[in-house]
């Protein structure tokens, strides 16, 4: 079974403070996919990344970056100079090789809190 | 280009009735999934589909639930007798549906409240 674990519900920090989101997965298969959504008050699901098992490198885009570490199995998401348009709902999702037919496994969310 | 898109956007309801959610995917996407989202469970998965056909229909909830998509494009998502514990978001994704694994892009979902 995977399993995905997201264990801050809520954060809360100050405009332009820098805030780490914690993803901690588990999973079988050695092949795997690793995603992080946004989801702001609208409710649409934002795709932000997308990170394969075998690729281990950290990425940077703009303020964001993730930091991928296969030994810990954690998938943690920065933001670099928080701003209040940041403040949403963030989920980290596991997919595994199985095909279409598995689905996305989702945490529970972040909820983080941009405060101006 | 056009995003997913799902309607009604909300949807209220007395229990007992049926309700009919819909979803038209990206055009080109192949593959379309249905999620639901709720306090209590979180983002469950529910179905898959790879063109019209569904390999897999253990996710959905009970035998209340049926999704079919005709046309390899809009999916429907029927829910029969709506009880309470129904209430949620409905979540719709599609994907290119070329490969193993892709980047799935959500609807903006169809809220649900059942009285």
């Known amino acids: 079974a995977q399993k995905v674990t997201q264990a801050q519900t809520e954060i809360s920090v100050v405009e332009k403070e820098d805030v780490t989101l914690d993803c901690v997965y588990e999973t079988r298969d050695t092949t795997y996919y690793l995603f992080w959504y946004k989801q702001p008050p609208s409710g649409e699901l934002v795709f932000l990344i997308r990170r394969n098992s075998f690729d281990e490198q950290n990425e940077i885009s703009g303020r964001y970056s993730w930091n991928f570490q296969k030994s810990t199995s954690s998938f943690n998401f920065t933001i670099t100079a928080s701003q209040v348009v940041d403040s949403a709902v963030y989920f980290c999702a596991l997919k595994g090789s199985g095909g279409g037919a598995d689905g996305l496994t989702f945490g529970k969310g972040t909820h983080l809190i941009i405060q101006p | 280009g056009a995003g997913v898109s799902q309607s009604p956007s909300n949807k209220v309801t007395e229990k007992g009735k049926d309700v009919e959610l819909r979803c038209d995917p990206i055009?080109?996407?192949?593959?379309l999934y249905w999620y639901r989202q709720s306090l209590g469970q979180g983002l469950e998965f529910l179905i898959y589909f790879q063109g019209n056909s569904a390999p897999d229909k253990s996710g959905l909830p009970s035998d209340r639930f049926s999704a079919e998509r005709t046309g390899g494009s809009v999916s429907t998502l029927t829910i029969q007798r709506t009880q309470q514990e129904d209430s949620a978001v409905y979540l719709c994704?599609?994907?290119?549906?070329?490969?193993?694994?892709?980047?799935?892009?959500f609807g903006p979902g169809t809220r649900l409240l059942v009285l």
């Open positions: 055009s080109g996407h192949t593959a």
């Open positions: 994704a599609s994907s290119l549906g070329q490969g193993t694994v892709e980047t799935q892009y």
